[in-house]
C-alpha cells in the first residue's frame, strides 16, 4: 500500500461510460429533473430485477428515503397509524413514518441475517391488535448490509394478517434470495444509489412497483401532484422526489458495471473470511445457508472483548490513526433518542450486534493489497 494512502469504507467506483451519458444530457440541454437518462436507467432497472414471469415498474427519485415516503402514502399510512420497522437499520427507513403522522413500532433482529424477527414480528402484530384495536398498515423490513432478511417466513406472516410488506432493499442491490433478486418481494421495493452504495448515481434512490399505475401515482407525487391541465393545479399535497437527467445519466453507466461491482464485493468478503479465520474473537458475517446469498455490500465482523482484549470500537480507532476507515454497525432505532416514545419488541439481538460489530472497508475498488493491510492492522491491534 502507497504510504499514507487512505482506505476508505465503501467510495463511489465509476466505470468510465458515466461522462458520456452525462454529456449527452449537457449536449441535449436536459439538465433538469426527468428525460431520456431517467427513463433509460428506470428500463435498466426494471430489466435487472424482473424476470420472464413478471414485469416490474422502476421510479427513479431523489433518494431511497423519498421511495420509503412514497410507499408508505401509496399504502394509505396516514395519521394514528401504526407501521412496524426493523429496529436494527439506519434512521431513514424509519423517519418516513413519522412525515405521515404515523407511529413505528420496532422490531429486533434474529442472529442468522441480523434482519428482522419472523417470531417478533408476528408477536408484534397481535400486541398490536390487541392494544391499538387495529393491526398495523405496513412493515418495513430492511436487507441490513445486502444480506436478505427471511423473506419466506415474514412473507407468510404479513398474509396472514393481510398487511403489505415495504422492502428496503437500499444496501441491497444485487443480493438474492432463493433465486429472486432482493427488491422484488414486496408490495415496493426500495433502492438506494447514495455515493456509498454497490452504484451511485451521486444521490438517489428507486421505488419498484409491481403495478404500472403504482408506478404512474408515484410519478405524479413525486412531481409535486401536478394535475394533467394547461395550467398548475393541485388536489393533492406533492414533493419535489424525481430524479434529474444528470444523476440517472451516471445510473446508466454504472449500470453497466453493476455484476463486477457485486462481484468484487463479494471477492473481499471471501478475502476478509480466509485472512481472520484463525484470529480468535473476530468472526465474519456469512450467509447462512444456501438460499442467502448476499451482495456483501460492506463486509462485517464481531469482535469478542473477552477473547480479542479490544472492543470494537477499540479496533475502529486504531485503524483510523493507520488511516483506515470503518464505522461501528448502526445504532439500532429503538435506542435512537428521537425514537424512544415507540414500542419495542424486543431480543436483545441489535444491541449485542451494535456492541460487537464493525464494518471494514469493503468497496469495489479497492485492491487485495488494501485488505491485506486493513487485515493487518487488525491482527495487530488483537495481539497488543
Not at 85 to 104: D, L
Not at 197 to 208: E, N, Q, V
Not at 279 to 299: A, C, H, M, R, Y
Not at 357 to 376: F, N, Q, T
Request: aromatic share 10%.
Amino acid at each position: 500500500m502507497e504510504e499514507n494512502k487512505r482506505i476508505y469504507l465503501s467510495l463511489a467506483h465509476m466505470g468510465g461510460q458515466e461522462q458520456e451519458f452525462i454529456k449527452e444530457a449537457f449536449d441535449a440541454n436536459w439538465v433538469v429533473p426527468l428525460g431520456p437518462n431517467v427513463d433509460a436507467f428506470e428500463q435498466a432497472l426494471e430489466n435487472y430485477l424482473g424476470n420472464n414471469k413478471e414485469s416490474l415498474h422502476a421510479v427513479a427519485l431523489s433518494s431511497g428515503t423519498a421511495a420509503i415516503h412514497l410507499a408508505l402514502i401509496q399504502l394509505g399510512v396516514t395519521y394514528g397509524d401504526e407501521v412496524i420497522c426493523q429496529s436494527f437499520t439506519f434512521s431513514a427507513s424509519a423517519n418516513p413514518i413519522v412525515y405521515q403522522g404515523a407511529k413505528p413500532v420496532f422490531v429486533d433482529s434474529e442472529w442468522d441475517t441480523w434482519n428482522m424477527s419472523p417470531d417478533l414480528l408476528r408477536k408484534a402484530i397481535l400486541d398490536r391488535k390487541a392494544e391499538a384495536g387495529k393491526y398495523p398498515k405496513a412493515i418495513i423490513v430492511v436487507h441490513l448490509y445486502g444480506m436478505p432478511a427471511k423473506m419466506d417466513e415474514i412473507s407468510a406472516i404479513a398474509q396472514d394478517f393481510n398487511i403489505p410488506i415495504v422492502e428496503d432493499a437500499a444496501e441491497a442491490l444485487g443480493s438474492v434470495y432463493k433465486y429472486k433478486k432482493c427488491g422484488v418481494f414486496g408490495c415496493f421495493g426500495i433502492l438506494s444509489f447514495n455515493g456509498n452504495k454497490i452504484i451511485t448515481t451521486s444521490g438517489g434512490g428507486a421505488l419498484i412497483c409491481h403495478h404500472a399505475e403504482d408506478a404512474d401515482t408515484a410519478k405524479f407525487y413525486a412531481t409535486q401532484s401536478r394535475e394533467n391541465r394547461p395550467y398548475y393545479h393541485h388536489k393533492k399535497i406533492g414533493y419535489n422526489y424525481r430524479m434529474s437527467n444528470i444523476c440517472a445519466g451516471i445510473g446508466r453507466g454504472q449500470m453497466m458495471v453493476l455484476e463486477s461491482h457485486i462481484q468484487r464485493r463479494r471477492e473481499i468478503h471471501q478475502l476478509y473470511t480466509d485472512l481472520l479465520k484463525d484470529i480468535k474473537g473476530i468472526s465474519v458475517q456469512q450467509n447462512p445457508t444456501e438460499d442467502f446469498e448476499s451482495n456483501f455490500w460492506l463486509s462485517c465482523i464481531l469482535v469478542d472483548e473477552k477473547q480479542t482484549n479490544c472492543s470494537n470500537n477499540d479496533i475502529r480507532i486504531y485503524l483510523e490513526s493507520k488511516n483506515i476507515e470503518s464505522r461501528l454497525l448502526w445504532k439500532p432505532m429503538h435506542l435512537q433518542p428521537v425514537f424512544q416514545q415507540y414500542p419495542f419488541y424486543e431480543s436483545g439481538v441489535s444491541e449485542s450486534l451494535f456492541h460487537q460489530g464493525l464494518c471494514l472497508p469493503s468497496g469495489s475498488a479497492l485492491s487485495d493489497e488494501d485488505i491485506y493491510s486493513v487485515v493487518h492492522e487488525i491482527k495487530t491491534i488483537v495481539k497488543q
